[in-house]
């Protein structure tokens, strides 16, 4: 069965640094996301991507960030200059017919 | 703007015991909702769907029925187990392509 996949699981980064998550969406979808979530909190919408360009875009989703599809695969997240208040689960998903899926996330932990 | 409520947890149950998870949504329109279940140390995985009202959508036992005059989707399951303890989120979209608005989660553990 397709499956979103991530890159890396976990990823350590200093404060200021940059750092860019990895996606591979399920091959024949055409919509794609970056959702958040803090520890123990609720997963935020950070933004969608359609037809190789924004769709929507949340407010906690500034100028720091940018998300790219370099290539026919890959889907990536990039955090220009990292602050303590990232660290969170990213994950990616992709959407079919009527649906999300999910992949298993990036826990991204900024010191 | 669109928004779900969940209920607060842990819940806590006992195996074999009934389960109720109760979502209320607020949106315009017909959005279409999600019940996601999230497993110890894992990511997301869709546990079941509906796209219209008074559809019941079901899977692995669970089930939740789309109710547009009280804007509900409760997640129940009638004999839980051991391995159905993770987080529950509740989760509407109000188009195709559109983002998931999720409610805050609801943890459940059940115990032998």
């Known amino acids: 069965e397709p499956e979103v996949t991530q890159t890396p699981s976990h990823q350590v980064t200093q404060m200021g640094q940059e750092v860019i998550l990895r996606c591979v969406p399920i091959s024949n979808h055409l919509y794609f996301y970056w959702y958040r979530q803090i520890l123990g909190q609720k997963v935020e919408f950070l933004v969608s991507?359609?037809?190789?360009?924004?769709?929507?875009k949340s407010e906690i989703f500034d100028d720091q960030f940018s998300v790219e599809r370099p290539d026919g695969s890959n889907f990536t997240l990039k955090i220009r200059s990292t602050k303590l208040e990232d660290s969170a689960m990213y994950f990616c998903?992709?959407?079919?017919?009527?649906?999300?899926?999910f992949g298993p996330g990036t826990r991204l932990t900024v010191t | 703007g669109n928004s779900v409520t969940q209920m607060e947890g842990p819940v806590t149950l006992s195996e074999e015991a009934f389960l109720t998870i109760n979502c209320t949504y607020t949106a315009t329109g017909y959005p279409s909702l999600f019940w996601y279940v999230q497993y110890p140390g894992e990511g997301l995985q869709l546990l079941l769907k509906?796209?219209?009202?008074?559809d019941k959508g079901s899977n692995k036992g669970f089930e939740a029925t789309y109710r547009k005059e009280t804007t509900s989707f409760h997640l129940e399951k009638g004999s839980v187990q051991v391995s159905d303890s993770a987080v529950y989120f509740c989760?509407?979209?109000?188009?195709?392509?559109?983002?998931?608005?999720f409610g805050g989660g609801t943890r459940v553990l059940v115990k032998p």
């Open positions: 998903a992709s959407r079919g017919e009527y649906e999300q899926y």
């Open positions: 989760a509407l979209d109000k188009a195709a392509g559109n983002k998931l608005t």
């Open positions: 509906a796209t219209k009202a008074d």
């Open positions: 991507f359609y037809n190789n360009e924004i769709s929507e």
